[in-house]
């Protein structure tokens, strides 16, 4: 067995990780702490701009597979942070 299977294994598991810390602060899923959603959209920007790092840092280092995966979350989440961000914006008009 190559040891870079575990590697990209631990890679992409990080890259999981980070996203799914990110929609949970987007209020996207549940936080498994205390079962509820919670919006921090800073803490959402922080996260996704380290995927970014990630990315930059990680530049011609990565697999095909490994670099649409990281592109996926990174642009996923970016969506996601815009609609967010309208959303409590407009809660905000509302009040």
Same mark, same amino acid.
């Given at each position: 067995m190559?040891e ?9 598991g +990080? ?7 990110? +929609? ?6 549940? =936080? ?7 919006? =921090? ?9 380290? +995927? ?25 989440? *970016?969506?996601s942070?815009?609609d ?5 914006s *407009? ?5």
């Open positions: 190559s870079t299977k575990p590697v990209e294994a631990q890679f992409l +990080l890259v999981s990780l980070l996203a799914n810390s990110a +929609l949970q602060q987007l209020g996207k899923i549940i =936080n498994p702490i205390n079962g509820e959603t919670e919006t =921090n959209l800073e803490g959402a920007k922080l996260t996704i701009d380290w +995927l970014n790092m990630i990315k930059l840092k990680t530049k011609n280092n990565l697999s095909k597979e490994e670099e649409k995966i990281l592109d996926s979350y990174i642009s996923n989440l *970016q969506v942070f815009v967010a961000s309208k959303e409590k *407009q809660d905000k008009e509302k009040e």
